[in-house]
């Protein structure tokens, strides 16, 4: 029984094989003979749907984006396989033959195909007239902040250097203040000495002589 179904298993993986080369082989040899060209064009935000014309031989659907796979569908092998380049596409199993993109962006842009209809899109994607009308009016703005930065940088970098200084000057005038009293002191001290010493010694010469009276 294991080695029935190991036997089994191989032969689906060869076929399985088998049928990719196949659809490789065939898809190149459709790619190069691309039936219709379609050139469209949508703005940013808008939901798309692309169309895939039904084939006597729609067997197999293939979807494309930039020559990679983004959808297969095999009826034959009852299997369906995904490879989205983004989660805001999407394909019904049981509509395949419609690839509806929403809220398109510019990284949408790109050449889609389908086959074996053999149909491409030439997606082209714009911006509208309020979006650029934004971006253009981006600039300015981010001028305006800077140059209104700097002012008032400016300002206040002018407005702190005038505080130091004034508080320099005032410092420096208490300072100088407090100088000449300190030296006025000692001054008036030794004046003061000077006369109390000539006043004792004029007592001891002619009496008692008292500082009031000889003023």
């Not at 008032?152 to 000449?180: A, D, V, Y």
Request: with cysteine; net charge neutral.
């Amino acid at each position: 029984m294991e080695v029935f179904q190991t036997r089994i298993l191989h032969l689906s993986l060869c076929v399985i094989i088998t049928l990719l080369t196949y659809a490789d082989n065939s898809r190149s040899s459709s790619e190069q003979k691309i039936k219709q060209h379609i050139n469209k064009t949508v703005f940013v935000g808008e939901t798309v749907t692309l169309h895939c014309n039904r084939t006597p031989a729609d067997e197999d659907i293939t979807w494309k984006m930039n020559n990679s796979i983004i959808f297969i569908q095999s009826p034959y092998l009852n299997r369906t396989t995904t490879n989205f380049t983004s989660e805001r596409m999407y394909i019904d199993p049981e509509v395949s033959r419609e690839l509806k993109i929403s809220q398109i962006q510019m990284s949408d842009a790109g050449n889609y195909s389908c086959y074996p209809a053999a149909i491409r899109w030439i997606l082209t994607i714009t911006i509208t007239i309020t979006d650029q009308n934004r971006q253009d009016n981006q600039f300015p703005r981010i001028m305006i902040i800077t140059a209104c930065t700097g002012v008032i940088i400016m300002c206040l970098t002018i407005i702190l250097s005038i505080w130091i200084h004034r508080t320099w000057k005032n410092k420096t005038s208490g300072h100088r203040e407090t100088g000449l009293d300190f030296s006025q002191a000692p001054t008036r001290g030794r004046i003061q000495a000077q006369n109390s010493q000539y006043f004792e010694r004029y007592n001891s010469v002619y009496g008692q002589v008292t500082e009031y009276d000889h003023l």
